[in-house]
T-cell receptor, first 111, second 114 residues
Framework: DAKTTQPPSMDCAEGRAANLPCNHSTISGNEYVYWYRQIHSQGPQYIIHGLKNNETNEMASLIITEDRKSSTLILPHATLRDTAVYYC????????????FGIGTKLQVIP | GAGVSQSPRYKVAKRGQDVALRCDPISGHVSLFWYQQALGQGPEFLTYFQNEAQLDKSGLPSDRFFAERPEGSVSTLKIQRTQQEDSAVYLCASHSFRDNEPQHFGDGTRLSIL
């Protein structure tokens, strides 16, 4: 599986949009971009995923560049509950998804 | 509930003891993964099951680590003769094997070896 690169930490003011970047320059054509987050003492929680089109759900939006070498997770109105470590991973969809987590981005939402 | 369940949530053992960690995946999920997460790090892959078959155990750090899923549902991760470096959170995830679905994680077992 391709590796990803994320900034180790970011701050965001409560109520503002949080934009979390991820580089995945070695992504293969059949690999999806998945985002998870992990709140202290809990397991990773799925947020969103996409292949090449931008995606939106009730939690977030995912913007993938045309060359698919990078993506941005957008939390449109960050709340204190969004403080967590956010992981960007790339993986095939379905079947055996052996994934590699990096250290993620620690997002701190500030009141 | 309908999610992945892990037990116990916390386990303290003395160095040299054997421990067993349990994972109840989402009903019907074909794939099951075990991960180890050290403090401040992301989860690291340990092993993968497809139904009852252990297809990948490349991440197990030593032969003291053993995992099984005899009936293709519940899985147990066993660590023999525990050592202090085994202290970590052990996460289990399951997946339906269908396209366009994510892995679903449990909340893990925090193992502390004294």
């Amino acid at each position: 599986d391709a590796k990803t690169t994320q900034p180790p930490s970011m701050d965001c003011a409560e109520g503002r949009a949080a934009n979390l970047p991820c580089n995945h320059s070695t992504i293969s054509g059949n690999e999806y971009v998945y985002w998870y987050r992990q709140i202290h003492s809990q397991g990773p929680q799925y947020i969103i995923h996409g292949l090449k089109n931008n995606e939106t759900n009730e939690m977030a939006s995912l913007i993938i560049t045309e060359d698919r070498k990078s993506s941005t997770l957008i939390l449109p109105h960050a709340t204190l509950r969004d403080t967590a470590v956010y992981y960007c991973i790339v993986s095939r969809s379905g079947g055996y998804q052996k994934v590699t987590f990096g250290i993620g981005t620690k997002l701190q939402v500030i009141p | 509930g309908a999610g992945v369940s892990q037990s116990p949530r916390y386990k303290v053992a003395k160095r040299g003891q054997d421990v067993a960690l349990r994972c109840d995946p989402i009903s019907g999920h074909v794939s099951l993964f075990w991960y180890q997460q050290a403090l401040g790090q992301g989860p690291e892959f340990l092993t993968y099951f497809q139904n009852e078959a252990q297809l990948d155990k490349s991440g197990l750090p030593s032969d003291r680590f053993f995992a099984e899923r005899p009936e293709g549902s519940v899985s147990t991760l066993k660590i023999q003769r525990t050592q202090q470096e085994d202290s970590a959170v052990y996460l289990c995830a399951s997946h339906s094997f269908r396209d366009n679905e994510p892995q679903h994680f449990g909340d893990g077992t925090r193992l502390s070896i004294l």
